[in-house]
T-cell receptor
Framework: GAVVSQHPSRVICKSGTSVKIECRSL??????MFWYRQFPKQSLMLMAT?????????EQGVEKDKFLINHASLTLSTLTVTSAHPEDSSFYIC????????????FGPGTRLTVL | GQNIDQPTEMTATEGAIVQINCTYQ??????LFWYQQHAGEAPTFLSY??LDGLEEKGRFSSFLSRSKGYSYLLLKELQMKDSASYLC??????????WGAGTKLIIKP
């Protein structure tokens, strides 16, 4: 149980385009979903936290107009990188938390974004 | 303030035992997690400690001392597939995870 899927796994796009990444909890209801970014050889960096049906809470330094997050249901959250630039190239990982004993986060497989 | 610290890199031999330490400081604490992350992949959950003591799960064990702000992950009978980064993270009073930078574990034959 506790499987989180993420789509697409890899995306290459041109500078200036927008990219949407989907995160789904497949076998549990995710009350909270998290979006992380990870640059090579660095730790996870939390971008935002979203609860179903409410606006996402963004971490300091993360532009909410650039990284649009929608958490419309208990099993789906989307991250849209708008007007992507090469510096947005990174590994984007979502995680989901349901009502489990440990409140642990279950991670999706990640999306490798390359902006040319 | 909050902070968390773990070694950047460790090397061990196949079949041996390795202990990865993690120290943290926080005013609110709701448990400490260890995750494993292979290169290019997302983290996977290994263990959770909220009470002092040792939690054993197969070849992996995790220890917590809340008074010392200290945890370790113990890996026994190391296998080549254990080569990965090991991330410790504590859950703060808002139930948010505060992540360490990760310890890259290199296993040599």
């Amino acid at each position: 149980g506790a499987v989180v899927s993420q789509h697409p796994s890899r995306v290459i796009c041109k500078s200036g385009t927008s990219v949407k990444i989907e995160c789904r909890s497949l076998d549990f209801q995710a009350t909270t979903m998290f979006w992380y970014r990870q640059f090579p050889k660095q730790s996870l960096m939390l971008m935002a936290t979203s609860n179903e049906g409410s606006k996402a809470t963004y971490e300091q330094g993360v532009e909410k107009d650039k990284f649009l997050i929608n958490h419309a249901s208990l099993t789906l959250s989307t991250l849209t990188v708008t007007s992507a630039h090469p510096e947005d190239s990174s590994f984007y990982i979502c995680s989901a938390r349901g009502e489990t004993d440990y409140n642990e986060q279950f991670f999706g497989p990640g999306t490798r974004l390359t902006v040319l | 303030g909050q902070n968390i610290d773990q070694p950047t890199e460790m090397t061990a031999t196949e079949g041996a035992i390795v202990q990865i330490n993690c120290t943290y400081q926080t005013s609110g604490f709701n448990g400490l997690f260890w995750y494993q992350q292979h290169a290019g992949e997302a983290p996977t959950f290994l263990s959770y400690n909220v009470l002092d003591g040792l939690e054993e799960k197969g070849r992996f064990s995790s220890f917590l001392s809340r008074s010392k702000g200290y945890s370790y992950l113990l890996l026994k009978e190391l296998q080549m597939k254990d080569s990965a980064s090991y991330l410790c993270a504590f859950m703060d009073s808002n139930y948010q995870l505060i992540w360490g930078a990760g310890t890259k574990l290199i296993i040599k034959p």
